[in-house]
DNA sequence: CTGAAAGCGCTTACAG
DNA sequence: CTGAAAGCGCTTACAG
């Protein structure tokens, strides 16, 4: 069935077969290790384990696993056995005996609405503070995370990873539509949680920023500042997230003046930013404040306003988006709105597992983490 | 043995066990979807698979994995109905099997020497189009990617991982020292390749960006420029990549005029940059150039010669190093060193698989990736 | 080209 | 508190 090479376990060396010798029932393997002729025997199973403890794999499957059936001295035995012995058990054989991978998923776009192949993961930094806080929540809670890229327009794969029990769920990252692919694929109680907005009222839990109340945050300190023309820049419908900072701009500032907005079409690139400024500043010279919807578009903002002979924040003041670490150094120091993705991505974990173990009390449909300003010299 | 929801893939919705009807030998599970009360069978195992067919589970199994024995009529009818039943094999049983796990890990450092948690995850920009090429490679040659933190002063959990078969092999990001922890629980043919340099010469097999190399073509683009007092700043010793880069400025400057430098202890952070800068132009005003160990570092140290009054790159020019992504918009523009991040990636994995193949001729011990000078307004 | 059977290495209900 | 045995769902050498 399996080849010789599946009995020897990678180890310190290239293994190799030199003799077999059967003593007290246990097959002991021999190794040579071929560096410095050290020769060691190799424990590769649950049974070798038990056999070297004298007791059955039953007894060293549970000593192992910290069953209170056990007695502590032979539990201590057993256990001090494995250690000496480097033992870890094979994943597989406990995935598929338990049914359960102790593992989740983490799942990128590997496309976005422009087709710019993970875009995501090798441009967003916001993306790396939810990560390192995945990854954190996983350790502690003593689960492992698959990272893995999926083509929104055919997210079958996600449901694939968790039936095949690859994983016991996934947090999906950068699907802001519940299209008609999302829903027949996948069930409303899959073990599943958005990262983000909706688009649309979703059946799917999720948890995002609280973009509108970040919006509006940024406008008032603009309005605190003593702005009167407040502009916004950073489009308007590109996808949830965009809308709801453009409506937490229009809600701070609808008592005060007229709302004046461009749109900024397609990604949120530094060039579109100083393009859209030249034209808000063509449209309404007046303008005494800019909340822009991204740190990038501020600074782009910014760099247009001072070639127009703009000094920041006394003629226009300006507020970003994000808390780049780039917005500190930035001169002037940008005023932005931060969320902390670590946490993010922390909140995501712990909501997942209690999906994944069924704990409806405590699972909210819509988790938004918080935003606060940081006032920098850009705006005060 | 298993719990009774053990037999219930987890599907469309909630599944409920409602009747257990025994017909042509095959166990039919009705669930109830109550959602919209669609009442549909569940096909869960390759034995389900092969009593839909008709064949045996041995002849399922083939035909799902294309094995050319088996008839191509056959193949076509069983791949039919796995897909119209949405069938997925059990991820642990098939890994139980072959002892193997298609997956590999990526394991970044827990805590840096200065004991920083996933600083490289949450704060290296060019960590993400190093992930974003080791996810866009594992796609493509149809692996999975596992994602763990370690502490770099126990790499036991590496081996444990590959150990245990979780996955076949791993790649190291941010361990830049071959110490005793490594070279006790890691043998040197073990499925491992590391990113980085090491800081002596290891066992192990590496791929890292050329720093020696970006370092010289810097250090020659201000030479090139005219400038003739250049000096260093961003440390001589904390990391192999610093030292080499240390020793890339020393090679190119050697001819021209004594090493002028300071040493930037602790992290490549903005503020040290300013300080550093400071320093330097205390010990010598007359620098004309400056070579900076990082972007970051480079901007900070424009901004401290814009504060003396020197103007870029008349004055002084200065030469980053990483290309991030603010470096172009940066004003002046900075002429930095760039690497092909993603590149990286994708040759990673490629030289960890080749590892678990053992395929030996095609695997060199050290990989070096392509260094290119960006030439931009603050050196020209 | 196909099938019956053994095996992969765990876990655990059951019996003692 | 411990063990023998069955089972998890695949793969494949062997026999036909």
Redesign the interface.
Known sequence: M?SVA?HF??????TQPIATTYATGLIIKWVLNN?NTEIKPIVRTLDDIAKIAGVSKSTASRALNDNPLISEKTRLKIQKIAKDH?F?????????SL?T?N?IA?M?P?YDENHY??VR?????F???V??GI??QT?LIGK??????FDPASPVKI??L?????VDGAIVFGATDENEKFSDHI?????IVFWGNMRTTTKYKTVSGNDMEGARLATQALIDAGKKNIAYIGGFGESPEVSARFEGYKKAIHHLNSPKFISGFGRYT?QSGEQQMRQLLDLYPDIDGVFAGSDVLA??AI?VLKQKGKSIPENVAVVGYDDI??A??F?PALTTISQNG?VAGQILVDKLISIIKKEPDSIEQRTYIDVHLIRRESCQ
């Open positions: 399996q599946k376990r990678i180890t310190k060396n290239e560096m480097n870890i058990k094979h994943y597989g054989a406990s995935s598929l049914n991978s593992t983490l990128v590997k192949d993970l993961v090798k441009e967003d930094p993306f790396n503070k990560l390192a990854l954190s350790d492992e995370l698959l990272i893995s890229s449901a694939q968790v039936n095949s029990r690859k069930p409303a109680n899959f073990p530094h600074m782009a760099s670490d780039m500190e150094f001169k670590f």
